[in-house]
């Protein structure tokens, strides 16, 4: 069921999954329950291509032909849903661990998978597809739901899926950002991060031909009952592109790997991995090309504040947007925090006990945060509230949090942050200005710096692709 030989090993690499993913993401985020849980906690809005890598890394490990990656993976991702639950805008419960909810997403990818095959013309085979969704009905079973939530067999299925299309599937605030905001407001990966014009351009080209893509796979049914658009062209353009993205399986094997296109996206220029020194030859060219066009037609230089407090807010305001605000909603609450620990932990894939301290440590810095910070006492803190108090901020509580995190990256506990263990959490090579002459990063170096990044007083450091990058 898992590893090589299974459909999903397979199809894992597939360029057509690059837009069935996102059928699937829309399909999921159209339940009530799931689109809540998005809309309260996720970090897709602001950070996506991490969300899509750490969706990748998953799936790749449940799948793949370790047994104990796949149980420890499955325990990890019990524990993050275990942590989701709430109530939605109309006061409906929510919860991530909802045996119900955890099959719709299994459902949906399940769906997705099959439609990606017929839309590009090569149908999967019955036999081929019974295959697959017994691998899907493994998977399920690895993260310990009992049999029953999802059909028995691929006969079953099929009326259940239409039944959940058609009966409760909502016209979410999620799906609507996915469908429509999304793309447009995408932030460049760290590849194109320095390229600020080439990405607008492209994503404003991108952006409504990939909605209207997705849009025009849904069910006819939902695209019906959510009063979605139907564009004219859209059906032709939906089957062009997956056709072509089929004809691209036909690439070079290491051009369509996925993990190889995620790590790609993710790569950052000061990076020890050899792709990083073409990619940033590649943008100084643009660069100077860019600069030589600004010295012909320069732009306007916006007036000088005499003040100088207007530059100061817009930094606090900005740090607020990129770091502290992860799920994009324009607030600092717990949420937020609980996205950085999640992150923090993915990362340097922690077992339960270390993840449960990191995750008690950033709770005890909300709680600090809330008191000092939350002046309306309305139980969330404004960016506005945030820049009237920066950069004083460095209570004890973020300090525990520094102290908490050096200790999960040490994983040796020889109170120095190695390089194998510096490249487990920054993803990038030991910077030679940390290690303090003594071959390692040490715990006040370590402290310091952190906290230093944390508080906003410093931004240009290793630090900012830990939870800043998109």
């Not at 990606?116 to 998977?139: D, H, I, K, N, V």
């Not at 695209?223 to 691209?248: F, H, K």
């Not at 993710?266 to 100077?288: E, K």
């Not at 050096?406 to 390089?419: H, L, P």
């Amino acid at each position: 069921m898992f590893g090589p030989g299974s459909h999903f090993h397979d199809l894992r690499n597939d360029p057509r999954w690059a837009l069935a993913l996102i059928r699937a993401t829309v399909l999921e985020a159209a339940h009530p329950q799931i689109g809540a849980a998005l809309i309260d906690n996720s970090t897709f809005v602001a950070h996506p291509w991490r969300r899509l890598r750490n969706t990748l890394v998953s799936l790749h490990r449940m799948f793949g032909a370790d047994d104990h990656t796949r149980h420890r993976e499955a325990a990890r991702l019990n524990r993050l849903h275990a942590r989701l639950s709430g109530t939605d805008a109309q006061h409906r419960p929510y919860d991530a661990l909802d045996p119900g909810v955890r099959a719709w997403v299994v459902a949906t990818l399940f769906d997705s998978a099959v439609t990606m095959c017929r839309l590009s013309g090569q149908p999967l085979e019955q036999t081929a597809m019974e295959r697959l969704y017994a691998e899907f009905q493994a998977f399920l079973a690895t993260l310990g739901d009992q049999a029953g939530h999802l059909p028995h067999t691929l006969h079953e299925f099929w009326p259940y899926f239409d039944r959940m299309v058609e009966e409760e599937l909502e016209n979410t605030e999620a799906m609507r950002i996915i469908l429509y905001k999304l793309f447009d407001r995408l932030p460049a990966p760290p590849l194109l991060n320095g390229l600020p014009t080439l990405w607008a351009a492209g994503r404003t080209l991108a952006g409504p031909v990939v909605g209207a893509i997705t849009v025009a796979s849904l069910p006819e049914p939902f695209r019906r009952r959510a009063g979605l658009p139907e564009i004219p062209g859209a059906q032709t353009l939906m089957q062009s592109a997956y056709l072509a993205a089929g004809l691209a399986r036909f690439l070079p094997g290491g051009w369509i790997r996925a993990e190889g296109i995620a790590d790609l996206l993710a790569l950052s220029p000061d990076s020890d991995d050899p792709r990083a020194r073409t990619i940033t030859a590649l943008h100084d060219r643009i660069r100077r090309a860019g600069a030589l066009i600004r010295l012909i037609s320069p732009l306007p230089a916006p007036p000088p504040d005499p003040t100088g407090e207007t530059d100061v807010r817009r930094g606090a305001e900005e740090f607020f947007r990129a770091v502290l605000d992860q799920t994009g909603d324009g607030w600092l609450d717990w949420p937020d925090l609980a996205a950085m620990a999640r992150e923090l932990a993915g990362r340097l894939d922690l077992d339960e006990p270390e993840e449960t301290r990191l995750y008690h440590a950033y709770a005890d810095w909300w709680r600090e945060l809330q008191s000092a910070l939350d002046t309306d006492g309305d139980g969330r803190v404004s960016a506005q509230e945030y820049a009237m108090a920066v950069p004083s901020l460095a209570g004890p509580a973020l300090i525990k949090v520094a102290e908490v995190l050096f200790d999960v990256t040490d994983k040796d506990g020889d109170e120095r942050i190695d390089a194998d263990e510096y490249r487990a959490l920054f993803r990038t090579a030991f910077r030679r200005d940390t290690d303090g002459g003594e071959g390692g990063y040490g715990r006040v170096a370590f402290v310091k710096d952190f906290l230093s990044f944390m508080a906003g007083r410093r931004r240009s450091t290793p630090y900012d692709p830990l939870l800043a990058d998109a």
